[in-house]
T-cell receptor
Framework: DTAVSQTPKYLVTQMGNDKSIKCEQNLGHDTMYWYKQDSKKFLKIMFSYNNKELIINETVPNRFSPKSPDKAHLNLHINSLELGDSAVYFCASSQDSGRQETQYFGPGTRLLVL | AQTVTQSQPEMSVQEAETVTLSCTYD???????LFWYKQPPSRQMILVIR??????QNATENRFSVNFQKAAKSFSLKISDSQLGDTAMYFCASNFGNEKLTFGTGTRLTIIP
């Protein structure tokens, strides 16, 4: 059984479009995250939600809007896609938001903006 | 600034040999966790091992072990009896006492048959 799943795995779209990436975890965790991995493989936190509340928002353009309908889901909606948004987006989850918590990652969504 | 540095962009080693990946970090925190994640070609991020900063004993998981030197802010990963399936990008990371992970730039490890 997949612990953290993301859909779609691949997303190819045109500049200016709006797209969403979905994430679900079946681990019973309270905290979920979005990370972006750029073309040089560098990983950086974007957002974190704890029990559906936003706790981290790292200098991300407001074209990116996370939405957490419940604590098992954290979706990422991106408006007006730009070439620079091309990257791999990882969802992750942890039991809680404490400093001792290990984060478990989804398989990633490769986004290509043409 | 809290940073994680991996100074080896690429490494390669013969199958069955031992390899050590380096990681250093900078923080003023005293209580934090350190992690090594593996990213094979499948792109999945897989937790390899974790270390609690207040524990002096080095963590071990089967063929994977760490050499944690808190004073030197060093956290290297040793892979013993390397296998072809160990070929991957390896990322060192820390939460530096908060909710988010800060990652190093990764080391691409290739195991040669």
């Amino acid at each position: 059984d997949t612990a953290v799943s993301q859909t779609p795995k691949y997303l190819v779209t045109q500049m200016g479009n709006d797209k969403s990436i979905k994430c679900e975890q079946n681990l019973g965790h309270d905290t979920m995250y979005w990370y972006k991995q750029d073309s040089k493989k560098f990983l950086k936190i974007m957002f974190s939600y704890n029990n559906k509340e936003l706790i981290i928002n790292e200098t991300v353009p407001n074209r990116f809007s996370p939405k957490s309908p419940d604590k098992a889901h954290l979706n990422l909606h991106i408006n007006s896609l730009e070439l620079g948004d091309s990257a791999v987006y990882f969802c992750a989850s942890s039991q809680d938001s404490g400093r001792q918590e290990t984060q478990y990652f989804g398989p990633g969504t490769r986004l290509l903006v043409l | 600034a809290q940073t994680v540095t991996q100074s080896q962009p690429e490494m390669s080693v013969q199958e069955a040999e031992t390899v050590t990946l380096s990681c250093t970090y900078d923080t003023s925190e005293n209580n934090y966790y350190l992690f090594w994640y593996k990213q094979p070609p499948s792109r999945q991020m897989i937790l390899v091992i974790r270390q609690e900063a207040y524990k002096q004993q080095n963590a071990t998981e089967n063929r994977f072990s760490v050499n944690f030197q808190k004073a030197a802010k060093s956290f290297s990963l040793k892979i013993s009896d390397s296998q072809l399936g160990d070929t991957a990008m390896y990322f060192c990371a820390s939460n530096f006492g908060n909710e988010k992970l800060t990652f190093g730039t990764g080391t691409r490890l290739t195991i040669i048959p």
